[in-house]
């Protein structure tokens, strides 16, 4: 067994694993986080999406102990004072999930998305920007529409705060 | 997944020491491709040699036009460079366009070329460019060092430190996705450089990434799409697979070749 130590949404958590734990059963099963999802065993599907040190990552395609000292953001760290993240927001507002299983790894990749090329995005950009997350439900469309408004909505925010 | 032993090495030296410490062991870098693998249990090596945390071996560095990748490198970071795109676009659109922002935020340049899927994008890339491979022992021709299917020149415990190559006069890609894996399922580099015009496949060959003599000849004597159009491409070294037949790809790898010659300018 190997210690692991992240700082996970703020807050710095350790655990003991296995050498070869996934960080995504790490998060969910010892760090108790089961907002970050597992939907398949090929690395395709992007419901499994966090952050590691700022960028998008797939937590089930690395090891937990890959991760250790790393700093780490999941859904459960995106909504700050019981107020939705705007990417969540406009999710909600523009119907962008039905079942909700991939939405947590869309919404951690829009918000990656949107910090890299913010205030510029167009549905191609968005729509290649989604290729490593796989929805069976929606048709991506309102997905596509959600990070659109959501981008346009923190493009003014900055705006306003320059 | 079987069980395994991590070890972060801190230097080029320690991870040769770590490697050769431990026989069954193999180097990790992005995982993007040995994780994936170690899931689907059909890679179990003893013991993980993570090099991502070396930074001797991470980043891009540019003097006048010879440019260092370092083996470490995200594809994201090459995809990004705005000091590489200004010499050399084509190679950081390559790297754009491999997998998913995902994939691209962790794989690697060292890992994709030790791997040398035959339908990965880099390999197509370092043949086109006449890059070298810088090893922990030596330097190696690119046109000496991708061998075959999944094969390099690498020998036993070999690690890649960094690529180098002379910016290319001017360089092109084209690539058509395999639409659910966004491998190549086709792929073309073209470069006008020093040592003369270079074509790289990707993809297609049986054998894994090849150069196309005849586009090189006709693209020497008049760059442009349509010094291509009388050039024969031969499907019988190509692959043939649920994708994509090797008629069909031999049309494929004549289409690329011209749109990445389009695409150089
Ligand atoms: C969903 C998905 C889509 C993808 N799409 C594409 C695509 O479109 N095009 C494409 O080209 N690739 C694609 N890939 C593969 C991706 O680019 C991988 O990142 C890459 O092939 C391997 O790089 P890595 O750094 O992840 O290496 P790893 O997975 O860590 O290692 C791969 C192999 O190389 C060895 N190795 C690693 N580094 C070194 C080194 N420095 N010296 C010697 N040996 C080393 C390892 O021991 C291992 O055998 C895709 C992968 C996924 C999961
Ligand atoms: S669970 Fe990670 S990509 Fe599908
Ligand atoms: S909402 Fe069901 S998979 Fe996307």
Sequence with gaps: MTKVTLTVNGRTMSGECEDRTLLVHFIREKLGLTGTHVGCDTTQCGACVIHMDGHSVKSCSILAVQASGSTITTIEGLAGQGELHPVQAAFKEHHGLQCGFCTPGMVMTAVDLIGREGGKLTEETVRAGLEGNICRCTGYHNIVKAILAADAEMAGGRQAAE | ?265
């Design chain 2, 1 to 265: 997944m079987y069980a395994t032993s991590y070890h972060r090495a801190s230097s080029v030296e320690d991870a040769v020491k770590l490697k050769s410490a431990n026989e069954e062991g193999k180097y990790l870098s992005g995982g993007m491709t040995l994780i994936s693998t170690m899931k689907q249990r059909l890679a179990a090596p003893s013991d993980l040699i993570d090099l991502r945390h070396i930074p001797a071996i991470r980043g891009i560095r540019i003097e006048g036009r010879k440019v260092t990748i370092g083996a470490a490198t995200p594809h994201a970071d090459v995809a990004a460079s705005r000091e590489l795109a200004a010499i050399c676009p084509a190679i950081c659109k390559l790297a754009g366009h491999i997998g998913d922002p995902h994939v691209r935020h962790m794989g690697t340049i060292g890992g994709s070329i030790a791997n040398n899927d035959p339908a990965a994008d880099y390999p197509a890339g370092l043949l086109g460019l006449g890059a070298t491979i810088v090893t922990d022992r030596r330097s190696i021709s690119a046109d000496d060092f991708f061998t075959g299917l999944f094969e390099t020149a690498l020998e036993e415990g070999e690690m890649v430190t960094s690529v180098t190559f002379e910016a290319p006069e001017k360089a092109g890609y084209a690539k058509f996705n395999n639409p659910a894996s966004r491998f190549a399922m086709t792929g073309v580099f073209v470069a006008s450089t020093a040592g003369g015009v270079r074509a790289a496949v990707t993809g297609a060959g049986s054998s894994g990434v090849f150069r196309h003599p005849g586009f090189e000849q006709a693209l020497a004597s008049n760059w442009s799409p349509d010094a291509l159009n009388n050039v024969a491409v031969d499907p019988s070294n190509l692959m043939s697979d649920l994708h994509a037949n090797a008629e069909y790809r031999a049309n494929l790898v004549k289409v690329m070749a011209k749109r990445a010659v389009a695409s150089a300018g």
